[in-house]
């Protein structure tokens, strides 16, 4: 698979980019989030990247190192957030509190604190678009999990463009990797030598998204391709009949469903 041709069409399909937008890609320093830095700043679209430090030890610090020459060497602007600055404290901690005072799962707070921090800065860097890594792979997970979960509506916002456009304060939040195999970036990454770590996050272990990962790599590529194009089908209808409200959260001021927003509630507690 040419993977740089799959993202110019997704991008083309969805209109999810221009050349005229400031793009913020959040970098993880992993395969997904540095190839589509890689490949969007090939295209020729104004990007920077924008790294989280949640503070774990040794592989935040190589991620750091390796993502400040990454950047370097492409001619791409770097912000890195310390998340001490942003909540006093590491990802670890944060991710304790939670599971002994509300037993909230390491990948849910993990992702939640993420994208508050995120949008809280892509604002800050006046970015028109917020680009993250997710990959086909990610978005089957999602489907199946929410689907086993008897809460398919989770996933009324799924899409390769969220639809945050209309909503004041938040960034839109875009992922041109939404229909590209996981193993096709991994492909794509060694083939272009990229001097980054491939291992998985080292928090991830005994989480729900941990378990379905691993019995989903039984499926083939194609099989993830329609889990994802068939539920895509059937987003539409789920937002129409299920539109909710958004209110500004009364502690933080970012965009939010509820009167507090789920970030806010998470650092209620540390
Ligand atoms: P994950 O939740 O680790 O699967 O990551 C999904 C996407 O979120 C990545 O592809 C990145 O775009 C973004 N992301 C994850 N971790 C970070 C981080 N520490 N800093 C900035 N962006 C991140
Ligand atoms: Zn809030």
Not at 7 to 20: H, P
Not at 219 to 244: C, M, S, W, Y
């Amino acid at each position: 698979m040419d993977i740089e041709k799959e993202i110019e069409k997704t991008i083309k399909e969805y209109r999810l980019l221009n050349k005229s937008d400031k793009i913020v890609v959040a970098l993880s320093g992993g395969k997904d989030s540095t190839s589509i830095l890689y490949i969007l700043h090939k295209l020729g679209y104004n990007v920077s990247g924008l790294l989280i430090d949640l503070y774990l030890g040794e592989w935040s610090r190589t991620h750091n190192e390796k993502m400040t020459k990454f950047c370097s060497e492409l001619g791409v602007p770097l912000e890195i957030v310390d998340l001490k600055k942003e909540l006093g404290q590491g990802i670890c901690f944060i991710k304790a509190v939670l599971k002994k005072q509300k037993n909230l799962t390491g990948c849910t707070v993990c992702g939640i604190t993420k994208r508050w921090v995120l949008n809280k800065w892509a604002k800050k860097l006046k970015a028109d678009k917020l680009v993250t890594g997710h990959n086909l792979d990610d978005e089957a997970q999602n489907v199946l999990m929410n689907f086993m979960k008897g809460n398919i509506l989770l996933g009324m916002n799924s899409s390769p463009a969220t639809g945050d456009e209309e909503i004041e304060g938040f960034v839109q939040r875009v992922k041109p990797l939404f229909f590209i195999p996981e193993s096709e970036i991994l492909r794509y990454a060694k083939e272009k030598k990229f001097d980054i770590l491939y291992d998985k996050c080292p928090c991830a272990f005994g989480t729900y998204r941990v378990e379905t990962r691993a019995w989903m790599k039984e499926l083939t590529d194609l099989e993830k391709k329609k889990i994802v194009e068939g539920f895509q089908k059937i987003v539409p209808k789920l937002r129409a009949e299920n539109h909710r409200e958004i209110f500004e959260c009364k502690k933080c001021g970012q965009p939010s469903r509820s009167e507090v927003c789920n970030a806010c509630k998470i650092f209620e507690c540390l």
